[in-house]
């Protein structure tokens, strides 16, 4: 399976970031497998953000949930983070990932990973 994230690069305070992950090699509602976002902020670690089951369902990080949502496009075989109210904290690459089980135990169980895509949040 192949991920692809593509955005914007460059996204302004206070608004919504929309990227989307397109999915090639398989079908995002296979059953089991989870689609999630993750984020590295420049100089800083890797960040779970969020995921959308293959069921169409979703769970999200308590750092993120107030301000993050996760939605599909079935037909397409995408799936799309927003993040509203963005502040330059929001910088970092972001990429979209494919774990087999809800509950993982380090980033290794994502076992397919898009590129990932620069989002710089400045005015």
């Known amino acids: 399976v192949q991920l692809q994230e593509s955005g914007p690069g460059l996204v302004k305070p206070s608004q919504t970031l929309s990227l989307t992950c397109t999915v090639s090699?398989?079908?995002?509602?296979?059953?089991?497998?989870?689609w999630s976002w993750i984020r590295q902020p420049p100089g800083k670690g890797l960040e779970w953000i969020g995921y959308?089951?293959?069921?169409?369902?979703?769970y999200y990080s308590p750092s993120f949930r107030s301000r993050t949502s996760i939605s599909r496009d079935t037909s397409n075989n995408q799936f799309t983070l927003h993040t509203t109210s963005v502040t330059p904290e929001d910088t970092a690459v972001y990429y979209c990932?494919?774990?087999?089980?809800?509950?993982?135990?380090?980033?290794?169980?994502?076992?397919?990973w898009g590129q990932g895509s620069q989002v710089t949040v400045s005015s």
């Open positions: 090699g398989g079908s995002i509602t296979t059953n089991n497998y989870y």
């Open positions: 990932a494919r774990s087999l089980s809800s509950v993982v135990a380090g980033w290794a169980d994502f076992g397919s």
């Open positions: 959308i089951a293959y069921s169409g369902s979703t």
